[in-house]
């Protein structure tokens, strides 16, 4: 039998091709790879599901749940602000708000418009205001927007019975900032408001979240940081369509901030407020030119031996309430809080007191005088004529009294605020050797002008002592091309007028109170300050416990001379009780013996009609008692003609309340 030929043939021959199929080592080397490549997809499906079920099953499981569940957090009640006496000057009202999780909103526009707008109309809002909000916040799906603060009972209950139709609205506790004295004190207290995106951008390192509110001004500002409190944490389920499933369960509790207590007086600031207004009112009332006008000013009274502010007051001024709950705008507009009406207004929201600067004009003449005593060029005893005007090179300075001609002594010259006295004095600063520096400007800035007072209220202006340095850097061919060549020279009628507290220097009414402090105090410079101390949160039977806080900085000696701040002393009493003292028919009958000096300030003003006239800024600063002060006052009424019309007697209103003690006016005044 023939042998039977083995075929290593796997495939059946094909006619078409002239060699069969055959598993070549390219073809194998294919499958291996198809095959290794399907185990190690079949091995990564399986390595996943095995991560999926074993090792991360409780954190998906936990991730699952918080789709379900709501991190609510709890505003904490701020703390109260208090003045030195305990009396509440801010404190909270319970309230509900209003508030939307965005990312639980119908996702379809038309459903999603129609509950904004169902919703704007049930709150009193438009739908343009809640739907820029969402805008704001459409970055940051996950913190709840706040629409509204303070929403009615009624809203609360129809949001509520009707809570399917409003999906990702929701009602939680809020706490709202009450003034139980309006308006008082507005400056000093400042107002808080929901914080914006860069504030919280630029402290999100301290705590803040989107939505929580911050004190924007005055003391909510600047002692925030004792005020907020801290936030707790509540949880809340929710099915998919964000609706609540369960009670809100509380996780973390709210711990309310703590009590700021200040050194104002809430009597003496209210003393102070309406001194203001009285003052005004003899101003617009005294028929003198361009106190018609009058329609500002600022009251500064402080403790001269630390610099505690007892009263702080700016007129005009606003509630603060405006900022609480939904702010409106057209209620900012009629208050003057808007760029649109403020300059109508007079800038209610500015601050007076520290943040806008004014020529001091005859008050600063005790500061002339301390320096030229300081630097030897005037003897205190030495006799100066004083007259109508004075000439220097071509250049005639009027006195304030034309009719006046007769030699006086510096304490004369104080009390009487002859201004042709100290425009000699002036001249002698200008011919002072230049290799020394501008001596009275050196003095001036030992006293604290031309620089920040550090009071705890954050923005203040610095104000300007001018140099002839500044003059230099101040007028040049850029900024005064056809001048500058002669306004960059400091010139002898600079140092004429700077003697008299006018020209170029402008100070603000804290920096001529801290002064007068130092001619108080017996040569020491404060730095004014507002906080009293920080304090827990009280309970029902026991005071809130002290909260250790920075000191303000100890008074600084300014070594200046006794007897020349004796001399000063002594031509501030004269002022105010001599016979011819600018100020002896306000203060002469007052039980408590009181020192000052009158200021008349010239300054050019547009009074809305384009056209820039010279108006008189009234001023009056100084302390009491005499002998031994407890107390210094300073007034200024804008617009408000002399010293001794306007600011005198409003700063004598201060005195009355701080004493307890009334005075009775005599005589016609006679006053720069």
Known sequence: MAKRNLSRRFLPPDPRVAEPYRLTPQLALRVGILGMLALAIFATLFLRLWSLQVLNGAQLLRAAQNNQRRDIRVQAPRGPILDRNGDVLVTNVP??????????????????L??????????????????????????????????????????????????????????????????????????????VSEISKEQVAALSGQGYRGGDTIGQTGVESQYDRYLRGTAGLSQLRVDSLGRPISLVVPRVPAHPGNAVRLTIDIKLQKAAEDALRYGIDRARNSGCYGCWNSNGGAIVALDPHDGAIRALASYPTYPPSLYVGRVRQRALDAAGLTTRTAAAMNYPALDRGINAAYPPGSTFKPVTAIAAMQEHILQPFEPLACTGSYEKNGTTFKNWDPNVNEQMTLTTALARSCDTYFYQVGYRFYGMPSNRGPRLQAWASRFGFGQKTGIDLGSERSGLLPTPDWRKKTYTKKTDPTQWRIDSLWKPGDSIQLAIGQKDLLVTPMQMARFYAVVANGGKLVTPHILLDVEQPSSKHSPGRAVPTSPPPAPEPTNVDAQALAVVREGLFQATHATLGTSTSIFGSFPVSISGKTGTAEKKIDPGDGIFRTFNQSWWCGYGPSDSPDLVVCALIENGGHGGDAAAPAALKVFEAFFRKQATQTGPIHSD
């Open 114 to 191: 129609r509950e904004i707008r169902a919703l704007a109309r049930v709150l009193g809002l438009s739908a343009n205001q809640i739907g820029a909000a969402i805008r704001r916040h459409r970055h940051d799906p996950l913190t709840p927007i706040r629409i509204k603060d303070s929403a009615t009972r009624a809203q609360v209950f129809y949001l509520e019975e009707r809570a399917e139709d409003f999906h990702g609205v929701q009602i939680v506790p809020a706490y709202l900032r009450y003034y139980p004295h309006r308006e008082l004190a507005a400056h000093v207290l400042g107002y």
């Open 95 to 112: 309230g509900r708000a209003v508030q939307i999780w965005s990312s639980d909103l119908p996702k379809r526009r038309g459903v999603r």
